[in-house]
């Protein structure tokens, strides 16, 4: 599953991953940064939202588009090699 591929780029980055109640996918999150988190289908699409005010910032599908805005929106830096990808 995509969104497999997805999860593992981001527990590769350190972030928390939230599994959804319904089992439709998970959340992304960096817990001491409360600026945004993702949300991932578990079709491997994934949306990036403004916390404060749940405004969605960018949105693509696969875990390279998903690690490139992880480093965007939490500043990441060499996270990890794109094997994932």
């Known amino acids: ?6 999860r593992s ?3 590769n980055a350190g972030l928390a991953v939230v599994p ?3 089992h439709l996918g998970f959340t ?3 817990e001491d940064d ?3 988190f993702f ?15 749940a405004t969605m910032m960018a949105s693509d599908s696969g875990p390279a588009s998903f690690l490139t ?3 965007q929106y939490f500043d990441l830096f060499d ?3 794109m094997s994932a990808a």
């Open 1 to 6: 599953m995509l969104s497999d591929a997805v």
């Open 9 to 11: 780029v981001a527990r």
């Open 20 to 22: 959804y109640e319904s």
């Open 28 to 30: 992304v999150i960096r």
């Open 34 to 36: 409360d600026l945004y």
């Open 39 to 53: 949300f991932v289908l578990n079709s491997g699409e994934w949306q990036v939202h403004r916390a404060s005010d």
């Open 69 to 71: 805005a992880l480093k």
């Open 79 to 81: 996270a990890m090699p």
